[in-house]
């Protein structure tokens, strides 16, 4: 287990790094689901192979409590963290977020607290992706709900530039084959 657990670790230290770089940068709020489902399915992998290769050994009920308490600090941590952000109006009519230094401590404590409860858990961190994928898909939701109940008619702007932009990525895809 001590490779899948170094390779959880570093693996959530590098995305934790860029995540929260990026949450305490100004930027343009987005919903792009694909990412968020990418580190789900990685973490859900990871725990596939620590149960199946590395002999992860827990009851049903010890998986059900786990599972139930990671899963509501999970979405506690997301929208704790969502509800720190500041929301703006770009000069061009774009919703913008950026974290703070709660936002920071949101994390910290969310996921120290995760990372302890796994260790005592399964004895690694093999449910560290899982969780993070969880808790950022659940943070981004809240962002977009929190942005929209703020500012509704911009954020109709946002989902247009969003779409615009999904549109314009797949027109270069289909030029480049054709190439």
Known sequence: MQNLDLTNLVLGAWLLFVVIKR??????IRFKIEFFIL????GAASIGDAFQKQHLQITLQQALIFGGLSLASAVIFAGLRAWSYHFWVSDEGIVMRQGNWLTLVW???GTVGHLGVDRIWTGSSVTLLL?????????????????????????????????????????????????
Do not use: F
């Open 23 to 28: 949450q305490l940068a100004p930027k343009i």
């Open 39 to 42: 580190v789900i399915l990685l």
């Open 107 to 109: 994390w910290a404590v």
């Open 131 to 179: 969780y993070l994928g969880i808790t950022l898909l659940v943070q981004r939701g809240c962002v977009w709900l929190l942005a929209s109940r703020q500012y509704p008619t911009e954020m109709r702007h946002n989902a247009a530039l969003q779409a615009e932009s999904r549109h314009d990525r797949h027109e270069r895809k289909r030029s480049r084959k054709n190439r």
